[in-house]
């Protein structure tokens, strides 16, 4: 074939495939969306004031829903007993109501994505939120967001599922209402979208991408008529330049961060599996948990509750050392302890605390440049590192403070902790809940081999094929197994100039050679074939295979209908052998030549 008869051949199949598979009726799912993200923002609103009634209630005895911390309560003492009858309630609800409550909402999102087809019970989207609010009303050190993610996500799984909907679309939806629900926490539209893209949706696509963004966008509207405008803690202004001893300090905050983030994960599982081991019911390890939640509160009060004003403190730059070293050291041991022991409560506030904790530490021996400037980039370089959610973390970051002259440091921090916890350990705080339950897991997202290699590249052309002319009398006089290549089971019937007409198996064949008429023709016996076209990508073939069960093809030209060869499931394994040559095959393409003095010397004259 000429290069201009390829090229012409080329540009057929080019018209013929698209860049994305979004269909209308992504229309109609980003619609849905919009209504999701708008009631997740209400979701939102009742999970934070259901959280400041339980808190006034517990440490305070008054029925209220006004914001207020736990750790300005007067209750002395007694104030160790508060987390313990909160956790008792947690236990009984995990018990009797669903276990599913247990935990911070993220794992518990994915399980449903990846093993339950995006079904949620109607029953955990009015139980999560409710446990939760007991929960960190109780004084539990954790944040909002988690349980607001799975409450969220529920309430767009049930919509779904009143719904005549795909899997796929209902993942969508239970993903829009989620990121709906943090985008109206923390009023970070974008990050909750960037998050949803890295951690919930396992694809990149517009049919469900576009819906998630409406509906973030739609949740960050709403949010500032009810719960106000961002940023959620406005910090100091910072200088854009921070020259190379900066730079070289974002370094040593990112690598601090990954192994904070390491430690944080190491601990939690550490923490679960030590509770895995006690002799007693899993009911009552939300109640040990409160033991030592009362006590911490007890020692550094601060550590109670969701902790925003304390988030805000330090990213301020003006705290006194015992708070960067409670955070830290009680802060991180109680959630630890707790969140290990099974109860509800997300994991985002006590990260971005422990972070700027962290900063807080490094501001003492890293350049001066401005108050709160290394507690926002070790915030958002542990929010990577312990997520794995690079993007997340420094979108994250920049809406909750809208400092955008942080960025360039942000992005060197977030990227060496996500890169040190990903060297260091085999799964996030994220995936190890879920690989516990005995289902890997994989976040590594790449373009399938099977969408840029084509059929002609693995297609077999080593093939016997029958003329359609050929009659059953024919058949029986030849022995079949002497021309028929080892291993073929599927055989072409093609006419003189070879287009297909149809196909006819082995076994099939065997069976016409006993009990047809001697006349009769292979043409008028075989079946309509199902075929690939040589330049069709392996993907097509594939979902072709899915489609219709055969898992043996003929492969047709692009030009017409001629025989080109035969594919099958063993061939499509080529697809994978060449992505595995490309990743594990070294080489040197370019090499650099060495002349000598006199070499170089007459090319020199010879150029001249």
Known sequence: M?????????????????????????????????GVGVFSTGVAWVLLRLISFFTNFFYYGRVSAAMISPANNHLGWYAIF???????????????????????????????????????????AILKPLSSAISIGSGGPFGAEGPIIMTGGAFGSILAQLLKLTSAERKTLLVAGAAAGMAATFAAPVASAVLAIEL???????????PVLLACAAAGACRRYILGLGPLFPVPAHSIYIGPAGLAGCVVAGLLAGLLSALLTKGVYTAEDLFQKLPIHWMWWPAIGGIFIGLGGLIFPQALGVGYDTISALLQGDVPRTVIAGVLLVKSAIWIIS????????????????????????????????????????????????????????????ELTHDIN????????????????????????????????????????????????????????????????????ELRRTLLHE????????????????????????????ALIKSQEPSATLGQLSRQPITAATDEPLRVVVMRMAETGFTRLPVVDSDGNRIAGMISLRDLL???????????????????????????????????
Do not use: C
């Open 200 to 210: 919930l949706l396992f694809e990149l696509k517009p049919r469900s991408a576009v």
């Open 574 to 608: 080529q697809a994978r052998v060449h992505n595995l040559t490309e990743e594990r095959s070294r080489e040197r393409v370019l090499h650099l030549v060495r002349f000598s003095k006199s070499e170089a010397t007459e090319t020199l004259h010879s150029v001249q």
């Open 82 to 124: 508060v987390p313990i009858g909160g956790a008792l309630i947690i236990g009984l609800m995990a018990r009797y109501g669903s276990e599913r409550i247990r935990g911070h909402g993220i794992p518990e999102a994915l399980e449903s994505i990846l093993l339950n087809g995006s079904k949620v019970q109607p029953r955990l």
């Open 339 to 398: 969140l290990g022991s099974g109860t509800s409560g997300g994991v985002l506030a006590p990260l971005l605390m422990m972070g700027a904790a962290l900063g807080g530490i490094e501001a003492t021996f890293l350049p001066a440049l401005g108050n709160g400037f290394w507690p926002l980039v070790s915030m958002a370089a542990v929010l990577a590192g312990t997520m794995r959610a690079p993007f997340t973390g420094i979108i994250f970051a920049l």
């Open 483 to 510: 021309t028929s290549p080892r291993g073929q089971h599927l055989y072409p019937v093609i006419d003189a100039d070879r287009s297909l007409k149809g196909v006819i198996t082995r076994s099939d064949l065997r």
């Open 406 to 473: 942080i960025l360039l440091p942000l992005m060197v921090a977030a990227a060496l902790a996500h890169a040190t916890t990903v060297l260091l350990l085999k799964r996030s705080i994220l995936t190890e809940k879920v690989a516990r339950r005995g289902f890997h897991l994989s976040r590594e997202y790449a373009i399938d081999p099977l969408e840029i290699i084509f059929a002609r590249e693995v297609m077999r052309t080593n093939v016997v094929a029958l003329p359609a002319s050929t009659t059953i009398g």
């Open 2 to 34: 000429s290069a201009h008869s390829k090229a012409s051949v080329h540009s057929k199949a080019s018209e013929q495939l698209g860049d994305f598979t979004a269909t209308p009726r992504m229309i109609l799912i980003s619609v849905i969306a919009i």
